[in-house]
């Protein structure tokens, strides 16, 4: 498959404030690409440099292997889901939706069968004539996506469109969504700050951070093994320990905890150990497993998201602990110790 | 407590529904004093003396020679159909030169900017339409400034005739009523979002098609109030078409004045002031029917 959009040494600057920096990515032909970063990281800038609607201070956008230097939006084979949406009140869907297309010059005729395929593809056949005002929040982001998607553009850009929505109507959409890049094989480039989203729907996730790009990854080795500290505190939970120092192959916490592992840095200041890595009470024949002992703070019952927090013994380092739903786990109580076992490669240093 | 002394101290706390609707007439009443007595009850007495004219014998009696009379006279019909005409069309010109400037107060320049000037438009309003309207005379006239600064610098040799002339007085009414287009448009085009802007920028719209589709429509309510606004007070006015105007601006106004003032027939001048109000209703319900928008939505 080929690159479908490029961007090379891509920088903005509001004044003093630079927004985005020297951002370098490709992203393939038919993809899902997702950009996640915490509000104000630039990624909305970054979205809005693509659709042309901010010329950028340095570097370029090549879509299809054309510079876009100076395109405006209007000609950019690129169509944006906005934040708000940004549906057109005065209008029905039908109207919404054909607004792209009339603009081609296109028959009447062929409009109607382009608008009509369109609404059954995101399941809004008979919804024609309502006025977007009536609709609902998912339906109102079916006619957004509808309005974008039948331009047939290289590129769907969407700026967290499902931000507005409440959270069960969201865990829908997101499901919804993927389906529908995969059915229609349109390239997606997706702005989130939630971390969810981005992990179910992306092919590749680009974290973002300060304007800076942190880590292009699979989610799967997002997760896995993230190269900086940011990404592995920003991406799924985490447990945090600040190095005091090493000794060979012993990491020293702040707070005098000691663990083996052999470190590929010279001085790691910091230790990540995801809630879900522990195993609590590893069996014996278990290679490569650093274990130690736990004392029960308290149970943070939360479902099938329930932890346990402890601190490790003889310490007071605090720690995290997943606690899965079933029988094996039912009698735990506050006050009681444990053993936890950790594999090597789930400690992260940086 | 038991559940049901319970519910007679509830029942005795809440006021008694009677003192509510009490206060609601009380606060209606100086509104409906000021419909009644000054609109309602004026407007029957003329629609009334407009049906009746004085016999032989000095009594009044029931009639339609008031209105026979309008229509029988050739200049009373061209004075009503050209004040409609112009009315209509300043209320065009009123839109035409204000839109581009209240999207520039709400769109292009910042908030603080706009207050600012926002103000310069407001400062005609403190003086007062007669005020403004000799102003308009001491720079329109034969001597007035804008002739005097035209011969100076040599591009005419003796002065345009621009007061007391149609140009004067539509010059006139457009100024006193412009504000009042500006100020509905702005507060529609505020709530405009600019990311409808963008989407239809990025669907692929041009500028003009942005403004066409887009911009136009969405400010409609305010446009039409606007419009109504201005059209009201055009076709009402009478100092600009009387003073900016002269003997030959035939406004319909005038004609009611003469009526009332001049020839002190009342109930021909009460005929007239119908015929006015069914004119400038008919109008406006008929750009209501046209724009598709509904009163309840423009009023708002």
């Known amino acids: 498959m080929s690159n479908i959009l490029e961007i090379k040494n891509l920088t903005k600057q509001f004044g003093d404030f630079t927004a985005v920096e020297d951002v370098n990515f490709s992203v393939k032909d038919g993809g899902f690409f997702s950009i996640l970063g915490s509000s104000g990281c630039g990624k909305s800038t970054l979205l809005r440099i693509i659709a042309g609607f901010e010329p950028e201070t340095e570097g370029e956008v090549i879509i299809r292997g054309e510079s876009m230097k100076g395109v405006p939006p209007e000609k950019r084979p690129v169509n944006i889901v906005f934040q708000h949406l940004a549906l057109f009140p005065m209008m029905n869907v039908r109207e919404n939706v054909a607004f792209g297309l009339k603009r081609l010059k296109l028959s009447n005729t062929e409009i109607d069968s382009r608008v009509n395929e369109m609404l059954s593809r995101v399941g809004l056949e008979g919804y024609e004539k309502k006025d977007v005002t009536a609709l609902s929040g998912g339906q109102k982001q079916r006619v957004a996506i509808a309005r974008s998607l039948v331009m047939k553009p290289s590129i769907l850009l969407l700026d967290e469109p499902l931000g507005a929505l409440d959270r069960k109507l969201r865990e829908h959409m997101k499901v919804e969504l993927k389906l529908l890049q995969r059915e229609i094989g349109t390239t997606f480039i997706y702005i989130t700050h939630d971390q969810s989203e981005a992990l179910v729907m992306s092919d590749e996730i680009a974290v973002m951070h300060e304007g800076r790009f942190e880590q292009i990854d699979t989610p799967r080795n997002l997760y896995k093994n993230p190269k900086t500290a940011f990404v592995a505190g920003f991406v799924g939970d985490s447990n945090r320990f600040e190095l005091s120092r090493t000794e060979g192959d012993t990491l020293i916490t702040n707070k005098g905890w000691s663990i083996n592992k052999k470190s590929s840095m010279a001085e790691p200041k910091v230790l990540y150990i995801r809630p879900e890595a522990l195993i609590i009470n590893p069996s014996e024949g278990l290679t490569d497993v650093e274990t130690f002992g736990i004392t029960i703070k308290t149970i943070l019952f939360d479902g099938s998201n329930t932890k ?5 013994t003889g310490t007071t380092e605090e720690l995290l602990i997943s606690l899965p739903q079933n029988a094996e786990f039912d009698g735990l109580s506050e006050g009681q110790t444990l053993q936890v076992g950790v594999h090597i490669n789930d400690l992260k240093c940086y | 407590m038991s559940q049901n ?20 007439y009380l606060l209606i009443i100086p509104v409906l004093l000021w419909l009644v007595l000054l609109i309602v009850l004026p407007h029957l007495d003329l629609l009334v003396s407009s049906f009746k004219i004085e016999n032989d014998d000095g009594e009044m009696v029931f009639s339609l020679a008031n209105y026979i009379a309008f229509f029988k006279e050739e200049i009373y019909w ?19 030169i204000t839109f581009p400037v209240a999207f520039y107060l709400t769109k ?20 007062g339409e007669l005020v403004t309207v000799y102003g308009w005379m001491v720079l329109l006239g034969d001597h007035g400034i804008i002739n005097h600064f035209l011969m100076a610098i040599g591009i005419v040799d003796e002065p345009i005739n621009m007061l007391y002339t149609d140009f004067s007085m539509i010059i006139g009414l457009l100024y006193m009523s412009m504000l009042f287009m500006v100020v509905p448009v702005m507060s529609t085009l505020e709530s405009l979002d600019d990311s409808l802007i963008e989407a239809a920028s990025d669907l692929g719209a041009s500028k003009w098609t942005i403004f066409r589709t887009i911009i136009i429509p969405y400010s409609m309510p305010g446009i039409v109030s606007g419009a109504i606004i201005v059209f009201m007070l055009v076709i009402g006015d009478y100092l600009a078409p009387n003073i900016l105007g002269g003997k030959s601006s035939l406004w319909f106004t005038e004609q009611i004045y003469n009526k009332f003032l001049t020839t002190f027939n009342w109930n021909e001048g009460a005929a007239f002031g119908f015929l006015l109000l069914m004119l400038s209703s008919g109008i406006i319900w008929l750009a209501l029917k046209f724009s598709g928008q509904k009163l309840d939505r423009v009023g708002s």
């Open chain 2, 78 to 96: 061209l004075t009503f159909v050209k004040t409609a005409a112009y009315a209509i069309g300043v209320t065009a010109l009123a839109f035409i």
């Open chain 1, 308 to 312: 346990l927090a402890t601190t490790v």
């Open chain 2, 108 to 127: 292009v320049i910042s908030k603080k900017n706009a207050a600012f000037f926002i103000l310069l438009l407001l400062i005609p309003l403190w003086v």
């Open chain 2, 5 to 24: 002394a319970k519910l007679q101290n509830t029942l005795q706390t809440t006021k008694p529904k009677n003192s509510f609707n009490v206060t609601l």
